[in-house]
């Protein structure tokens, strides 16, 4: 990934909660077989504050791919966070200079490492189980794995095979108008807000006004 140093976030905690805030990652595996990439969600482990951690996932049994990480194949998995399109009409240097072009916001973070597949039930059942908690704990009523059937449950796990990442690089870029002056990264906050950039609302929140800004 090109990392320009405006853009480079080089911050391990940061990155690791980045990870869980957007798990749904993008498992990636180039060998002579070809590029294969498998979209699933993903909890991260981390043994100590230094640790660049443990990434966890599974895939169907039915799926050939884990088959290719027998033997400690090594792969990438890209996360992606809030992205959107910066207009140029939301630079204030817009009307001064008009030397503006369009430009895309967004946050990516790539973790390598080589992957182990295991295939141990218990392994299994535990994943599934902390995984469902990572995300249930945002609902109203939690569901918790227990909630369903052992003997339905004891079944699916037989369906799938778990997949382990040490972590080996992690890297992230927080493309967020860092790179311009601040009466345009403003603009940029308030372009996010906008009724017609809407969806987009989640990237106003990593564009950071200086000091002395209303916004900051």
Known sequence: MYL?????????PRLRQYIRDYGF????????????????????ECDNDDSLGSLHCHVA????????????????V???????YVSPSWYATKAQTGRVVPTWNYLAVHAEGVARVIE?????KRHLGQLTDQHESRMNTPW??????????????KAIVGVEIRIESLIGKLKASQNQPEQNRVGVKEGFNTAEAGFNKAMSDFIQPGPGSELA
């Open 144 to 157: 918790a794995l227990t909630d369903a059937p052992s003997e339905y449950t004891d079944n699916l796990v």
């Open 4 to 12: 320009p140093n405006s853009f480079k976030e080089n911050d391990t």
């Open 78 to 84: 890209v996360f992606q966070g809030p992205n959107g």
């Open 120 to 124: 141990d039930g218990d392994w299994l």
């Open 61 to 76: 049994r039915s799926n050939p791919v884990w088959k290719r990480l027998i033997g400690g194949a090594r792969v990438l």
């Open 25 to 44: 990652g993008l498992l990636v595996i180039a060998d002579g077989q070809g590029i294969e990439a498998n979209h699933v969600p993903f909890h991260l």
